[in-house]
């Protein structure tokens, strides 16, 4: 069982709130991940590079939190890759049928105060505890 670090938490949500802010400041865009990639697999506007460096400071930043922080990335080695993939659609196609991701709603659609943002991450929290649930105990 991992140990639960507040102070880790704490600061990983200060960040995450963070760059929200600044990116709404600099480019008055919501940071939505799942919005953000979209714009990158189907660009309807030429403002694709800013979508770009966003999703790849995301990736080198969670490798410099595993290489130097202490962080452990999940093993997936025994994971069969079918069950990857099909995990991977299974969230672009919740993200698709909700209108956005938890970044989106959960981080920014409830900073704004948005009635179908806090209704959709209520939802996304309900069913992660189920998954929970029965994934331990079922």
Known sequence: M???IPWTSLFGGILLG???VLLMLVNGKTAGIS???NGIIIPRTKDWAWRVLFV???VIGGGV???YGHFQAPDLTTTPVITIVAAGALVGLGTKIGNGCTSGHGICGIGRLS???I???CIFMAVAALTVYLRLHV
């Open 56 to 58: 790849v400071g995301m």
């Open 65 to 67: 939190a595993v290489a």
């Open 2 to 4: 991992l140990e639960l």
């Open 119 to 121: 209704i959709a991450t």
């Open 35 to 37: 919005g953000i990639v």
């Open 18 to 20: 963070v760059s929200a």
């Open 115 to 117: 009635p179908r943002s």
